[in-house]
């Protein structure tokens, strides 16, 4: 009996500090099932709306409540792997080479097309400070999980869509995530199939190589005056998630065996990592340390966004879309 007591002691006191019961979900968005499309990414276009982009150019757009709605239904024929909101307009990245530009105003759009980028997806764009887009991808299959010779690539253009201009191309990394720093610097991830290299530009085409990760570099996200990044060791992105600092020369490159972690957010204040197997977890961002969280999603997680105080939107496969709250982060 007093064996069957300790072993319950112990068995609590290792899971308090491996699992926090604080995220509960608020709202399922969408029935999603393993066979529907999937939500690639999410994004903020005003403080009530959000839209939700994925497989097979599915869109919607969604308040803080979750009210859910299909938007420009049938009029993208490709997968949504990016969507960026800049001023009066949206923005939508394809695997098709294209970019969707949606003015909020008048409710009109324009596809373009690349014949620069055939057989090309754009994986990621954003908008710099001086108003230019600047986008990268790289073979289209890449993004699907086939092995093909990357091909991978850095462009800029204009908001018009014109004026198209490779900013830096290599035939053996693909390039998956872009970020401008506040002193106007971009960093860009490369992955040549075992490391990722981090480049640095100061101007579109003076690119230098100024880090290295061990895995795939899957996505960057600026914490205070430091950049994390989120990605996966191996192929295995089941079970080797990685995590950490850019240009943290003397900190641990984070695993996270729970799944390769796809994307993360800042929650009033603590950065919040998702993962392929449907983990929410919370990083420490001065040991780096993670906790999971208690809410589970049974479909893979590919982005989070913030959406409240305390409250945050996560989608994935199967059109898998939730609300959830953390109620250890006090609502302020």
Known sequence: MLIRLLTYIVVCFFWQFSVSGQTTLIKNLTPGYAQDSSFYDVAKINDNEYWIGGEFGILYKTDTLGNLNSILKDKIDASILKIQHANNYVFIATDKSQIVKYDLQNHEYVIKSFPQLENKCIYDLIVCKDGTLMICGGKTDISKSKLRVPRGFIATLDTSLTNFEFSWTCYRKF???????????????????????????????????????????????????????????????????????????????????????????????????????????????????????????????????????????????????????????QEI
């Open 175 to 329: 390039v998956w995530s872009l970020i401008q720093l506040d002193n106007g610097d971009i960093l860009a991830s490369c992955f040549d199939g075992l490391t990722s290299s981090i480049l640095v530009s100061d101007t579109p085409k003076a690119w230098k190589r100024k880090d290295r990760v061990f895995g795939l570099v899957h996505e960057f996200y600026k914490v205070d005056n430091e950049v994390w990044y989120s990605g996966t060791q191996t192929f295995n992105v089941s079970k080797n998630g990685i995590y950490g600092k850019v240009f943290d020369n003397k900190g641990p490159l984070h695993t996270f065996k729970e799944g390769s972690v796809w994307a993360l957010t800042i929650i009033n204040g603590t950065l919040i990592g998702v993962t392929q197997t449907g983990e929410i977890f919370e990083v420490d961002t001065q040991t780096g340390l993670a906790r999971l969280k208690s809410f589970k999603s049974e479909e893979s997680i590919y982005d989070c966004i913030q959406v409240g105080k305390n409250k945050m939107i996560i989608v994935g496969h199967g059109k898998s879309a939730y609300i959830v709250k953390t109620h250890d982060i």
